[in-house]
């Protein structure tokens, strides 16, 4: 939260200001730590924003434990940098990508995400529905076989390590935004989990775009 009158940093001051050269910083982590964080690798560099920087960690844990690794992830950034006396070196956003998968611990996760103020995306029934949405839309319930079954016959690489062709992907950015937040019942929210099919990531991408932190900042 930011501090008001006296208290307030350079940084807050410089960014009210609407200072367009200090970039935004981000931390990613992804419950997935090949599949999803690749994409988001890939998406990094497709975007070359100058206003945004991604830090990309893939943990392979449940939800809560998910939550609370970014959680520290951020902590301890944030100290460095005030150990450094660097005004921009703690990150500005903190984001979690998990699936809905049956873990038992997603809402208690949910929960601590509002608490602490980390923004987690839930896919329902898996990360692989935000992808098949950039090729077309995924209206009826679906199960995570189905999903993968489809990005392999389209991508070969997928079917042999669970990597993600961005080419193939990177048209459908915007259709993907598009068709998820068209999906909505509860599942377009952040810190919330929605009915299948439904997926909050482009709640993230959208974030990550240079497009939307124009429009933004007006």
């Known amino acids: 939260m930011a501090r008001r009158g006296k208290g307030r940093s350079l940084a807050e001051l410089r960014r009210r200001a609407g200072d367009r050269a200090v970039a935004k910083k981000y931390l990613v982590v992804c419950e997935g730590p090949l599949t999803e964080k690749a994409y988001f690798d890939d998406l990094r560099g497709h975007l070359r924003n100058p206003l945004v920087k991604v830090k990309i960690k893939g943990r392979g844990k449940d939800p809560l434990s998910l939550v609370n690794h970014a959680a520290q992830l951020a902590q301890a950034q944030k100290k460095r940098a005030r150990k450094r006396g660097d005004p921009y070196g703690a990150y500005d956003e903190v984001w979690c990508v998990v699936d809905t998968d049956d873990h038992a611990s997603l809402e208690e996760a949910l929960a601590h995400s509002r608490r602490v103020q980390i923004s987690t995306v839930v896919s329902n029934p898996c990360f692989e529905v935000w992808a098949v949405l950039h090729l077309r839309e995924v209206t009826a319930p679906t199960t995570a076989a189905s999903l ?58 959208a974030a990550l775009l240079p497009q939307q932190r124009g429009r933004a900042r007006r």
Do not use: W
């Open 148 to 205: 993968r079954k489809e990005l392999g016959q389209q991508m070969p690489e997928y079917s042999r390590r669970k990597l993600l062709d961005f080419s193939v992907l990177a048209p459908g950015i915007e259709c993907a935004i598009h068709r998820a937040r068209a999906l909505d019942g509860g599942g377009g929210r952040v810190n919330v989990a929605g009915p299948n099919p439904s997926t909050a990531v482009h709640n993230l991408v």
